[in-house]
């Protein structure tokens, strides 16, 4: 994966209002899940911005609301690639990748973003892109390519995680579909549906014509 550097600070002043002035002043807020899990009761003071949520069986998740400058993310929004972010929250170097984000119904603005804390031992589920290579025979053949999922879910420790899958398609067949449970990638687990279809080569009228002709 690249990697997105990207500044943040901690956000002390929660609530509706206050997140609609940050807004207004060109800030997103920002939740940091994923953090420590400690065993309750925590004795240990929280930084700035960390509260401690009870997640049940005496143990509770440390999360962090944030600020970011809406001018910051935008090259981490608006792309299909996908990036491991390098937090800076004043000076303190965090991993995170992108988990959700939430836009305005009418404006399409952003009104808010989670991040999911990552590091080299736990692994995360992330979307990535699919890229197709290679000349189908099903294509040759008069067949239309079409590709049903732009991106898959694949399980892994981010930094196994590719900035895309690609998929050999040289030996797909006129009328053939190829699904998440033909493919295998090292080191990743694919979490959508065995029988997802990822792309298919479908039958056109010159191909359904032609295959006629050959059987006469």
């Not at 119904?105 to 589920?125: C, M, Q, R, S, W």
Request: charged share 25%; hydrophobic share 40%.
């Amino acid at each position: 994966m690249k990697t997105y550097k990207l500044s943040a600070e901690p956000r002390t002043n929660l609530g509706k209002k206050a997140a609609k002035t940050l807004r207004s002043e060109n800030l997103i807020p920002v939740v940091l899940n994923g953090g420590e899990i400690v065993t309750l009761p925590y004795n240990n003071e929280l930084k700035p911005g960390e509260k401690l949520i009870e997640i049940g069986n005496g143990k509770g998740i440390i999360t962090t609301d944030l600020v970011v400058k809406n001018d910051d993310i935008r090259k981490l929004l608006y792309t299909p690639d996908v990036f491991a972010i390098e937090l800076d929250v004043n000076g303190e170097k965090r991993n995170a990748v992108l988990r959700e984000v939430q836009f305005h119904p009418v404006k399409d603005t952003v009104l808010h973003i989670d991040l999911l804390e990552v590091n080299d031992k736990k692994p995360v589920v992330v979307e990535v892109p699919v890229k197709l290579e290679g000349h189908a025979e099903g294509v040759k053949a008069g067949g239309k390519l079409t590709l049903s999922m732009k991106k898959i879910k694949v399980k892994a420790v981010y930094t196994d995680i590719p900035e895309r899958v690609v998929i050999n398609i040289d030996h797909l067949g006129l009328g053939k579909t190829l699904q998440i449970g033909e493919l295998h990638f090292e080191g990743l687990e694919l979490m959508n549906a065995k029988n997802a279809v990822v792309c298919a080569v479908q039958l056109t009228r010159a191909a359904r014509g032609a295959a006629a002709n050959a059987g006469k």
